[in-house]
């Protein structure tokens, strides 16, 4: 007689969650705090034929979580921070600016030798905020649960909704809905963290302090470099502009002369002369290839060769083609070679190449070393995710969330708004922000609740020292009066 086979359910994740105690000193004050890290387990409501059937298991995400000893919880602010990407981990916040540890990776002309190094960051924001890193589903050691699709989060809404679970989760878990809380989000982080801010009021309740938003962008529509929509040539102007005067191609002339001049001829005459076309006349066309040509420092030929419209992964390439060089697009003050300089775009960024193995080596350590968590997954510092990234809420529109961001604004009006902007950020472009926070739908009162701070550097700001403490200053201030406490 054969025996009865029964098939094996599948053990249910569980969060494996690893705490450990710490210290450090921040401006001669001593902070003892705790360390949380690992991954949460993710699940949704299962509905069948209208029969409630649990809570099913779809993901484990990834955090990393600082909270001072001691602290009043009514009183104590909290940031959840995250990347962008979409596909990057949240690493680039977590150990560059924000947490209590940093990467040492050097900068321009200076860069740390390999294995790198890792130091207590004097200027971390706990100081002023308990902090919650978290990894979106495939980076860091965030995954699909088992059985579940990864492209199930691979997209703007759902991206969305698991963050604000997990934020959710957190907060009700730890006893913190009545602290003052703040997003901090960098790149595609910002579009994500204005979208957040709106879905957090209308699903949970749950109003914010504070957007922190850096090397921000909210409308793709800015970026995007369209057959028919010139908007993106006339808002990356300026910052060709500033990277052509970093690298000496302005003579001596101040930066901010001469963006001065770039953002006057980018609101101005430049839209004419491309809503103009082949109507455009000879003496017209010559004046704007000689202004476009001597602001971005490429030749009259060259300008003149691409019908007046520059597009930035040419820009990188083309700018110091002469030298055999290209120029970061994350940070245009890096400079690389390449495999031929017949090329049309660059063939990897060097700005990237200069950090991607710093940052990649310490987080991995760090979270080994000395926060105790270990796993046999690869931390997915920049996972391959977004060529396959779902906009489906936006068929036949641009991507936006200023829509979000401002109805947020207005159903909250103590919300605070910090936007922070590279010069030489060839990624997302500090004109470009400027334009859609300009064209926010919130009523004049409410622009006073936004500042703007602006930095020598990149993408990446706190990659340069000099603007890594400053930044790190600002973000201090800015969480200190927008808490209400």
Not at 15 to 36: F, P
Not at 268 to 288: K, S
Request: aromatic share 10%; net charge negative.
């Amino acid at each position: 007689m054969s025996e009865e086979k029964t098939e094996e359910k599948p053990e249910s994740p569980a969060d494996d969650l690893v705490t450990t105690q710490h210290s450090i000193t921040v401006k001669g004050r001593e902070l003892n705090y705790t360390a949380t890290t690992g991954r949460i387990v993710l699940k949704e409501e299962v509905m069948k034929d209208g029969v409630f059937e649990g809570h099913k298991p779809k993901a484990e995400v990834f955090v990393t979580t600082y909270t001072l000893d001691g602290a009043d919880p009514l009183k104590r602010p909290v940031t959840f921070a995250f990347n962008g990407g979409p596909g990057s981990a949240s690493v680039w916040l977590h150990m560059g600016l924000l947490g209590p540890r940093r990467v040492l990776s050097g900068d321009v002309g200076n860069l740390t030798a390999p294995p790198y190094g890792i130091a207590d960051n004097e200027e971390s924001l706990l100081a002023e905020s308990d902090l919650v890193f978290i990894d979106p589903v495939s980076t860091g050691f965030s995954r699909a649960a088992q059985g579940e699709k990864p492209g199930s989060y691979h997209g703007y809404q759902p991206d969305i909704e698991s963050i604000a679970e997990i934020i959710r989760l957190w907060t009700a878990r730890n006893g913190r809905w009545m602290s003052p809380k703040f997003l901090c989000g960098e790149s595609y982080g910002t579009l994500r963290a204005a979208g957040l801010a709106e879905h957090l009021q209308k699903k949970h309740g749950m109003y914010l302090n504070g957007l922190m938003l850096i090397s921000s962008v909210l409308d793709f529509a800015t970026l995007e470099f369209n057959e028919g929509h010139d908007l993106a040539y006339t808002l990356f102007l300026p910052t060709y502009a500033a990277i052509a005067n970093y690298h000496g191609l302005h003579g001596d002339r101040p930066l901010k002369e001469v963006l001065a001049e770039a953002e006057e001829f980018a609101v101005r005459d430049y839209p004419y002369a491309l809503a103009r076309g082949n109507r455009l006349t000879d003496v017209e066309r010559a004046a704007t290839i000689e202004k476009l040509a001597r602001l971005t420092g490429l030749s009259e030929e060259y300008v003149d060769a691409v019908d007046l419209r520059i597009e930035h992964i040419r820009f990188f390439t083309e700018l110091l083609r002469r030298d055999r060089k290209t120029v970061g697009r994350i940070d245009a003050r890096f400079t690389g070679w390449d495999t031929d300089y017949g090329r049309e775009g660059i063939s990897a960024d060097p700005s990237i190449d200069a950090i991607l193995g710093p940052y990649s080596a310490v987080l991995n350590h760090y979270l080994h070393a000395e926060l105790g968590y270990s796993s046999d997954l690869p931390y997915e510092v920049l996972a391959r995710v977004i060529e396959n990234w779902s906009y489906k809420e936006f068929e036949g529109r641009h991507v936006t969330t200023a829509g979000k961001l401002s109805a947020a604004m207005r159903a909250n009006p103590h919300l605070k708004v910090h936007v922070a902007f590279g010069w030489f950020d060839g990624a997302t472009p500090y004109f470009a922000a400027e334009h859609l926070i300009a064209h926010l739908q919130i009523p004049k009162e409410l622009t006073a609740n936004i500042e703007s701070a602006y930095y020598p550097a990149g993408h990446m700001m706190y990659v340069h020292e000099p603007s890594r403490i400053q930044q790190s200053e600002d973000l201090a201030a800015f969480v200190r009066n927008s808490s209400n406490t």
